[in-house]
Structure formats: structure tokens, C-alpha cells
């Protein structure tokens, strides 16, 4: 009641989450009673488009409920979810730009498609009212990594932490001396006041274990070997939670599990994977040994594919499809294709193949070169040994740029082209002799 500042609390549909949503819904429900409520309460939960489908299916109806029953108790709490631009989603960066499977020592997915959606909200909040609160179910107990960094940035005699990234946005945590058995003591002795059964939430964790914690920064540990989270998640050996919701009946999940352990298989496949980084550097893991790039072009369609193959064995219990990738994303990855020298529209051809949809594309791409055309000129680059992937991307650049009276850009972006290292270090033969 002191001040203006909104809270933003962080809601993962984990056992820690849920708990401080339930304090503080029950705090404000006590105070209405006595005074007016004037601060905006936000609820924000992170939707990478790719969480686990029952695992996103709680969160949704637990914020329908939470909204629903703040509305009817009149209490300033409004629910959100926060996701990834399109520009920045798993599949775009994976199928589109090549990006090898994530794993502990290149963990890329995180800051896309976590921190940055969730930094995004704050942010837009920081403007509008000059500092935020973020309320966070992180625990002291949870780890020692996670005591530090939580000590780290409280400030003695304050309930407030300053965040670790964000000026004019701080942090409370009001379970963070909280034990495990405090939290379940705590949901399965009180009520949820919006009408939840927290008994539903304890079935979940005995089906899969753990759940992933909203992430906002860095120091929130790795989600671990025991999860909520994303189904596509390689940094863990096993989705042990995947596993589980199929082994206590969920077999409707079956083949997303397939497709998870097979991006693990090909992660490292070298035949799958580019010789050279996506700036075109070149680099060593041993003196004869070439590292591995991002996932080659017909690796990506490869994927893509298989992708789709799934989502459309995928049928809920109910009968329903259900969307493994969205349209906006497959026409951003055309976008990164087109670039990468692939005129065809293979991933409208690819997606008419397996779903029998033509999907419509409004661009002119299809007439830069006739296929007939392509091969040609594949023909007579291995006759006069000219990459024909340079070749390709000169022409495109050569399109995009067609009807520009000023081009000043172009020279600049052609001579970053020719400038790549690989183009100057011999062939992968020669360099490996």
C-alpha cells in the first residue's frame, strides 16, 4: 500500500510458482477488505512454444482461473504470458539458421526464448510506471548456486533484491527460506483461492518430476535432469518428464519423445552439420580436426520434414491436432532459406507434401531462377570449382537489391561475402592433409 510500483510475479505452473501466487492472491483478498487496492498485479508465464503440451495446458487453465476469480473478488491481478518473437522461436533458429540442438555448454534456446520474452515485460512496465517489483518463488534450499546469487544482490534489512540485469526493477521472494516440504505443506493444506486442486498439481510432479522456473536472468539454475518445460529440450540425457506422462498413460505423447531423442542422435552427425561457422569462420578442435557449424541447409529440411511428419501422427486423447510449429514460423524460415540460396520454396513444397495444403506465398522469389536454371548453374560451378553457395548468394543479393537507385550497402555486403574464411583456406581435403 505504500507506493505505486506494479509486482510482477513470475508464474511457471511449478509447486514454488503456484505457491506465491496463492500467498499473495490471498494477502490481497484479506486487504480488500479493509482498503482499496490501487497497485496492478501482473502474472507472467513463459510459453516458449514448445512447453509440453499438458504442461501448457495447466498453465492456461490455471490463468483463466486465476483471472476469472481476481475479476470476480475484485482484486487488481491480470494474467499474461510472454513469448519469443517469431524472429527468435526454437525452429526458426533451429530449422531456419542451423542451429545444432542445445545442449549444457551452448544452452542458445534460454536467453531467446526466455529471458528475453520476460525482460520484454518488465521492461515495458519499467517505462510505464519508472521501477517494477518482481516476485519470485526462488528458494535458498533449491541449490547452492542459487543461495549465492540470491545473497549477492539482496541488500541487508530490505526484502527487496536488486535484479541482476534490470535497473529500476527489483526483486522479493517470498518463499526463499522455504523448504521443499514447506511448499507442499503449505498447497496441499490450503486451499487454492481461485479454485484450483493442488492435489492435480502434486499427480503431475509424481508422473514427471520437476518443473523449469521462469527464467529472468542467467543465474536461474538449468532446468536439471527432472522437468516441466520444453519437449524439444536436448541439454538433458533423458526428458524424464516426457517419459513419464507416457508411461502413466499420456502414449499421445509417444511420438514427440521419437523426435526429441532423434535431434539428439543427429546433433552431432557431421554429414548433418556445415564445416564452417555462419560468419564463415573456420575453427579447430584438434590440429586435424575441423569444427562442426550449424545444421546444413538440406540437414534443415531434413528436419523440417520430420517435424512435420510428427505433428501429424500427433492426435490428442480427444482426437484433436495439435500444432508442433505455426505458420509464421515456416514462412520465417523461408525467409532465412531464401537467403541461404534455397529458391525453390522447399519448405512450402515440403509442408504441400505431407499436409496436401498449398501454403501461399506473396513474394516473386520462384523467379529468380527456373530449376532448370539452378542446376546450370550448379553444373558450371563444379566445372570451374566456384562454391556454388557464394555464387548463390551473390545473385541474391544482386535481387534484393534490383531497383534500388542507391545501393551504397550492396559493395559492403559483397565484400563481407567474399571475405569469409573458408573461402581462403583451401578445401576441407587439403586443409585435413
Not at 71 to 94: A, C, E, R, S, Y
Not at 145 to 161: D, E, F, I, P, Y
Not at 380 to 408: A, M
Amino acid at each position: 500500500m505504500e507506493d505505486d510500483r506494479p509486482w510482477v510475479i513470475g508464474y511457471s505452473g511449478g509447486k514454488d510458482s503456484t505457491a506465491v501466487v496463492q500467498l499473495i492472491f490471498t494477502a490481497l483478498e484479506r486487504l480488500a477488505a479493509r482498503q482499496e487496492l490501487h497497485k496492478p498485479i501482473y502474472v507472467i508465464s513463459s510459453d516458449t512454444l514448445v512447453e509440453t503440451p499438458l504442461i501448457i495446458d495447466y498453465i492456461n487453465n490455471t490463468l483463466r482461473l486465476i483471472e476469472e476469480s481476481a475479476m470476480q473478488k475484485g482484486l487488481p491481478i491480470t494474467t499474461h504470458k510472454v513469448k519469443p518473437l517469431t524472429d527468435q522461436t526454437f525452429w526458426v533458429n533451429m530449422i531456419g539458421r542451423g542451429y545444432p540442438a542445445p545442449r549444457q555448454k551452448f544452452r542458445w534456446c534460454t536467453d531467446r526464448m526466455k529471458i528475453d520474452p520476460a525482460n520484454r515485460f518488465i521492461l515495458e512496465k519499467v517505462s510505464e510506471f519508472g521501477e517494477v517489483i518482481m516476485v519470485l518463488g526462488v528458494r535458498s534450499a533449491e541449490s547452492s548456486s542459487r543461495a549465492q546469487t540470491m545473497n549477492k544482490h539482496s541488500v541487508q534489512g530490505r526484502l527487496l533484491s536488486r535484479h541482476s540485469t534490470l535497473s529500476n526493477a527489483y526483486v522479493y521472494a517470498p518463499i526463499r527460506d522455504f523448504t521443499t516440504d514447506d511448499v507442499w505443506t503449505y498447497l496441499l493444506q490450503v486451499p487454492s483461492p481461485w479454485g484450483s486442486d493442488n492435489n492435480e498439481l502434486l499427480a503431475m510432479y509424481q508422473n514427471s518430476n520437476s518443473e523449469c522456473p521462469l527464467v529472468i536472468d542467467k543465474s536461474t539454475p538449468s532446468c536439471g535432469n527432472s522437468r516441466f518445460g520444453c519437449w524439444t529440450c536436448t541439454v538433458v540425457t533423458e526428458d524424464k518428464a516426457l517419459s513419464g506422462f507416457i508411461q502413466n498413460g499420456q502414449d499421445w505423447l509417444e511420438p514427440l519423445l521419437i523426435y526429441r531423442d532423434w535431434l539428439v542422435e543427429i546433433r552431432d552427425d557431421s554429414n548433418r552439420r556445415e564445416k564452417k561457422r555462419m560468419n564463415g569462420t573456420v575453427y579447430y578442435t584438434a590440429p586435424d580436426q575441423i569444427g562442426l557449424g550449424p545444421f546444413t541447409l538440406e540437414a534443415r529440411k531434413e528436419i523440417l520434414s520430420e517435424l512435420l511428419q510428427t505433428q501429424k501422427q500427433v492426435r490428442t486423447p480427444e482426437g484433436q491436432t495439435y500444432e508442433l510449429i505455426s505458420l509464421e514460423e515456416l514462412y520465417k524460415i523461408q525467409e532465412i532459406w531464401l537467403a541461404a540460396g534455397d529458391w525453390e520454396l522447399s519448405v512450402l513444397d515440403i509442408y504441400n507434401n505431407i499436409f496436401n495444403v498449398e501454403l501461399q506465398w506473396s513474394g516473386s522469389e520462384r523467379e529468380i531462377l527456373s530449376h532448370d536454371q539452378l542446376k546450370l548453374l550448379e553444373e558450371l560451378c563444379n566445372q570451374y570449382e566456384v562454391p556454388y553457395e557464394i555464387v548463390q548468394r551473390l545473385l541474391f543479393l544482386e535481387w534484393k537489391n534490383l531497383g534500388y537507385s542507391y545501393r551504397h550497402g550492396m559493395t559492403k555486403e559483397m565484400i563481407s561475402i567474399l571475405r569469409e574464411q573458408w573461402l581462403h583456406i583451401g578445401s576441407y581435403e587439403e586443409v585435413l592433409e
